[in-house]
């Protein structure tokens, strides 16, 4: 399957095999610009796997993850990687300033320009008036804003996520959710979003990707494709009633392993 | 309770501290007074008081304290520089510390003064003499430390560095090393201690003027006052470069207090 | 045996440097110098002698220092009172070096066992005693309030509640004792003392017998390791058998 010209990102036949076992069977999947794209599944279906193989943590075992068309090797500076676990992803003893400063010093970015870019980006994720504390100081959701930021800093051409509201209570969730999606919105960012979470990725996704655990010849990985066709922008209460959100909803909901 | 009678309470605990501490001054009043325990061995606080007054001000008494301090805070700061240096150095390479670790383990328990007489035939008796010993028995505890700080940096942080392409010298650098900063300040505060202990025993050998070599001589002509005014500056010493140690790595780990 | 690498390519090279380069020193010698002069001392039983007299001090130290220790940091943990009460005279006697003693032993007791057990007694009691206090007050609470709702006299309640619940972690902070009884015992023999391995050590040094000082050192190295080793298989035994997890 060739890509289309505005592919960021381009699964080609991706299959991985760990400890002996077939955690995917050859998916194929390809992600536009501008797209948000979820991916649920039942625990050990290999949604974080296939997630990190687009970062480049893991190198499949057949078939390849292309970006821009050139097969990944390993990670880059262009594909950020929002960690479930904020609180190991950030540097305890820097502030939230220098926490993102990290991604402009690991691109060389010029001293003068870097407090700039750190306070825009601070802007955005409304984290201004947090600037000087340490990670210890903020809540969880705050943590995790955190980490969103110096992702954002990083630039990317696509921003994976690992299921970053996880860990978060209910209503921190809800809250993050429409931040991502404005932000997603107004930056014109291409996220490719992991959650056990039916109703997030509904919420969230401008397409749906279901995988299956323990994948045969019969019965692949890769079990369902849908688009989501809700309007945007999306809210709370309003999208998670209408109609076709309960359809989808019905539609996907064995696939989570019930 | 509320937070006069709790006030109160540390109040009262302040006190009968002080009346305890009071207490034992007292009854080695007693004792030494009353001729109980020989005078010769156990001088009265007065005498003491006396001498360490006298000492200070009018004899050479401020002029050893500073000999000692400097010897140790010197050694101190190298012991900790190499310790760092060393351990940075072992530390970024799985490799070098496979192999080298395990002969560590094995110096790791040595007496730091045992090097003394190796230190004696190729420096002779002279201050660099000591200053090389307390270098090197007060390297090990930061050396040690900092190998344990850089191996345990948590996955999840060493996955952040090869997604913002760090590089391998930022990482131990940037990621690393202040990772392993608790680790350190323990071991470079241990290394307070051994480079007093070592400094001191290298004066009373190598006959460097200093507190170590003046209860000594005090101890061989008899002179108990004199004797117990240095041993009560040699712990003033050590409880005072504590404190401020404990204080600095206060203000150097705030990060950690949420 | 990857762990042997390194120190035997050190060694080899220190063995080279010694025979060419290094020749006549009097502060390095040939491993296989040192070897023979290991040998010599074995043979004619200095060797047995004196670490018998390192380690017999630095044990009777150890005794002393850790019962004192273990003493006053019960009473001290179990009455919160008497902790606090007590805090400033522990504070003012603990930072004082026990090295800074050494003279004041060399005044009371001369040269021989008695000096350098009181030396190695006063360093191990402090850190046995706040160890021990610390583990008294990290007794699980409930466990107190088993013995109040009992209505166990203190005698029982520390024999079968609080001591045994600070089993393990005095065995930690005898490990530590153990350590530090040995060094300080060494340093007391270079500084002072007459006797043992440390003492050794330093007339091979002074009569300009290199391979003889390094034959010691090698050797007070060697036996700190195993006694460390020793020590950390006690403590890890005893954690087991107190249905704590190991280290």
Do not use: C
């Given at each position: 399957m060739t890509p289309a010209a505005?592919?960021?990102l381009h699964f080609d036949q991706v299959a991985i095999t760990l400890g002996g076992r077939q955690i995917l069977s050859p998916v194929d999947l390809s992600i536009r610009r501008g797209e948000f794209v979820c991916v649920i599944g039942p625990s050990g279906c290999g949604k974080t796997t296939l997630l990190r193989a687009a970062a480049g943590f893991v190198a499949p075992s057949g078939g390849s993850v292309q970006r821009q068309g050139k097969a990944i090797t390993g990670p880059s500076r262009e594909v950020a990687f929002v960690f479930q676990d904020y609180g190991r992803a950030l540097?305890?003893?820097?502030t939230v300033q220098a926490n993102v400063s990290l991604a402009l010093e690991a691109a060389q970015v010029p001293a003068a320009e870097r407090p700039g870019r750190i306070a825009r980006v601070l802007q955005t994720v409304g984290l201004g008036a947090h600037a000087?504390?340490?990670?210890?100081?903020?809540?969880g959701g705050m943590q995790q804003r955190v980490q969103i930021a110096r992702c954002l800093a990083q630039q990317p051409d696509v921003m994976l996520m690992d299921?970053?509201?996880?860990?978060?209570?209910a209503m921190t969730r809800e809250t993050l959710q429409d931040e991502l999606a404005r932000l997603v919105r107004e930056e014109g960012l291409t996220v490719m979003f992991v959650t056990h979470d039916l109703e997030e990725a509904l919420y969230l996704g401008d397409r749906v990707i279901a995988l299956r655990s323990n994948?045969?010849?019969?019965?692949?990985?890769?079990a369902a494709l849908i688009e989501?066709?809700?309007?945007?922008?999306?809210?709370?209460l309003s999208t998670k009633e209408h109609p076709e959100f309960l359809r989808l909803r019905r539609e996907l909901y064995h696939y989570l392993g019930h | 309770m509320n937070r006069l009678s709790t006030s109160m309470v540390a109040l009262g605990n302040a006190a009968g501290s002080v009346l305890v501490l009071g207490a034992f001054i007292a009854l080695w009043w007693a004792a030494s007074t009353s001729g109980w325990v020989n005078r010769a061995f156990l001088p009265t606080p007065q005498a003491t008081l006396a001498s360490l007054v006298q000492g200070l001000a009018g004899g050479d008494l401020a002029a050893y304290t500073w000999a000692t301090l400097s010897r140790m805070v010197t050694g101190w700061v190298l012991a900790s520089a190499l310790g760092i240096s060393l351990g940075a150095l072992i530390g970024s390479s799985v490799r070098a510390r496979e192999w080298i670790a395990p002969t560590l383990e094995f110096i790791?328990?040595?007496?730091?003064?045992?090097?003394m007489p190796l230190a004696i035939a190729l420096f002779g008796l002279s201050g660099n003499m000591v200053l090389a010993v307390v270098a090197f028995g007060a390297m090990w505890p930061v050396l040690l430390a900092t190998l344990h700080g850089l191996a345990n940096v948590h996955t999840q942080l060493r996955e952040v560095s090869r997604s913002l392409e760090l590089g391998h010298f930022n990482f131990v650098l940037k990621i690393g090393l202040p990772n392993a900063m608790p680790d350190i300040l323990a071991g470079m505060r241990l290394s307070l201690t051994v480079s007093l202990i070592v400094s001191v025993v290298g004066e009373m050998i190598?006959?460097?003027?200093g507190l170590g070599q003046a209860i000594l001589l005090a101890a061989r002509s008899f002179q108990a006052s004199d004797l117990f005014a240095g041993i009560v500056l040699l712990g003033a010493l050590g409880f005072v470069s504590n404190v401020l140690l404990a204080l600095a790595e206060r203000r150097l780990l705030r990060w950690q207090r949420s | 045996m990857r762990a042997l690498v390194f120190p035997a390519a050190l060694l080899v090279a220190l063995e080279l440097w010694a025979r060419t380069?290094?020749?006549?020193?009097?502060a390095i010698a040939p491993p296989s110098a040192a070897v023979l002069a290991f040998g010599g001392a074995l043979m004619d039983g200095s060797l047995l002698e004196a670490t018998a007299f390192t380690l017999g001090s630095a044990a009777l130290g150890l005794l002393i220092g850790a019962l004192g220790g273990l003493l006053l940091g019960t009473l001290l943990g179990l009455s919160r009172r008497a902790g606090q009460w007590g805090y400033l005279s522990v504070e003012v006697a603990r930072?004082?070096?026990?090295?800074?003693?050494i003279p004041l032993a060399m005044l009371v007791f001369g040269f021989g066992l008695r000096m350098e057990v009181s030396v190695v007694a006063f360093a191990c009691l402090w850190p046995m005693l706040v160890l021990t206090q610390a583990a008294v007050l990290q007794v699980e609470p409930r466990l107190l309030e088993v013995a109040r709702a009992l209505q166990l006299s203190p005698l029982q309640r520390f024999a079968w509640i609080v001591g045994p619940a600070i089993v393990p972690r005095l065995f930690v902070a005898l490990r530590l004792g153990v350590a530090i009884a040995l060094v300080v015992a060494v340093t007391v023999e270079i500084a002072?003392?007459?006797?043992g391995m440390g003492y050794a050590m330093m007339i091979a040094q002074q009569s300009l017998d290199p391979a003889l000082m390094l034959a010691w050192l090698a050797w007070i190295g060697v036996v700190g390791y195993a006694i460390n080793v020793g020590a950390l298989a006690l403590q890890r035994w005893v954690a087991r058998r107190m249905g704590e997890q190991t280290a």
């Open positions: 505005d592919t960021v540097l305890p003893w820097r000087d504390k340490f990670p210890a100081q903020l809540s299921e970053p509201f996880g860990a978060l209570d994948p045969t010849a019969a019965l692949p990985s890769l989501v066709p809700l309007p945007q922008p999306r809210d709370q | 790791r328990p040595l007496p730091a003064s045992a090097v190598a006959s460097q003027a | 380069t290094g020749q006549g020193s009097d930072p004082i070096p026990s090295v800074a003693l002072a003392n007459p006797h």
